[in-house]
């Protein structure tokens, strides 16, 4: 249902007389840690009994918020899914979570009388730091040349590291770099390179998992209906992909099975998501390498 719809249904709603719930406010922001009313006050379309939110205590068994989420947006009914604002925001907050949790400036105990000194040094050089940051954030290729940046680019380079766990951080980049000359050191270089792009706009099965019809028909849907589809839909497009480099793997490459891949006995794979850099259509290039 779109939200010019919702809009209309409340305000005939309201129009008729009919009870509505009341939410609070209260001078004090709300926390964004370890409060399962977050979510039911945020989304009182989508929790109308105030419960089952994000780290709810109640139930007998604790689950992760990362878990709660996911069934949360497979719920059968797909209000979850299908909510405009639900699965962005839910994405931003566990983003947020990981970068404040997993972002502190640590080092080793070894190296921490040399680092404070090294600080020390980069806070008289404060506008060396501030001009190859904002080089970096321009998208620049920047290379250190004076003693001054120098300093500075291994000061990131050592610190860094803490922000491993924050998805799409440039370290989780660095990261997966080093898991990759890891396995070319150990396996060697790769044989093939394979670019891959599922087309969710076309396959009847990411039609299916998007629509809200839960019968399976081999009904043939217009363009606009399909573009209807996708853009209302992104945990569909999503579940889609996964289920296709799930397939490509095992019966593609032969990862898990009985017999050879098309390109032979597979000794080792890694795959990469392409990013870019501006707003594209739901359709992106994958990337996977393997031996």
Not at 133 to 155: D, M, Q, W, Y
């Amino acid at each position: 249902m779109k939200l010019k719809t919702l809009k209309a249904h409340a305000m005939q709603h309201l129009l008729n007389g009919k009870a509505a719930i009341g939410i609070g406010r209260s001078s004090e922001p709300e926390s964004i840690y370890n409060n399962p009313q977050l979510y039911p006050q945020a989304f009182p379309w989508l929790f109308p009994y105030g419960l089952g939110g994000i780290g709810n205590t109640n139930g007998f068994k604790k689950i992760s918020d990362s878990a709660r989420k996911r069934a949360l947006l497979l719920y059968y009914d797909k209000r979850f899914q299908m909510d405009p604002l639900f699965p962005l925001v839910a994405l931003n907050h566990q983003q947020i979570q990981h970068s404040t949790t997993g972002g502190f400036l640590l080092t080793q105990k070894s190296k921490f009388p040399l680092m404070a000194e090294r600080l020390v040094k980069a806070s008289a050089n404060i506008g060396v730091m501030t001009s190859l940051i904002e080089r970096l954030e321009n998208g620049e290729n920047v290379h250190p040349t004076t003693t001054a940046e120098k300093e500075c680019f291994s000061i990131i380079n050592d610190l860094d590291h803490v922000a491993k766990h924050v998805e799409g951080s440039n370290t989780n980049k660095k990261y997966m770099r080093n898991e990759i000359w890891s396995l070319i050191c150990a396996r060697g270089a790769p044989s093939w390179f394979i670019t891959f792009a599922p087309s969710d706009l076309k396959h009847p099965l990411c039609l299916y998992l998007a629509s809200q019809n839960l019968k399976l028909y081999p009904k043939i849907y217009g363009e606009n209906e399909r573009w209807s589809l996708i853009a209302n839909n992104p945990v569909a497009c999503a579940r889609f992909f996964h289920f296709m480099v799930e397939a490509f793997i095992k019966h593609v490459l032969g990862v898990g099975t009985n017999h050879a891949g098309l390109y032979g006995n597979t000794e080792g794979y890694y795959g990469t998501v392409e990013e870019q850099g501006i707003p594209e259509p739901p359709t992106n290039q994958r990337k996977a390498g393997a031996e």
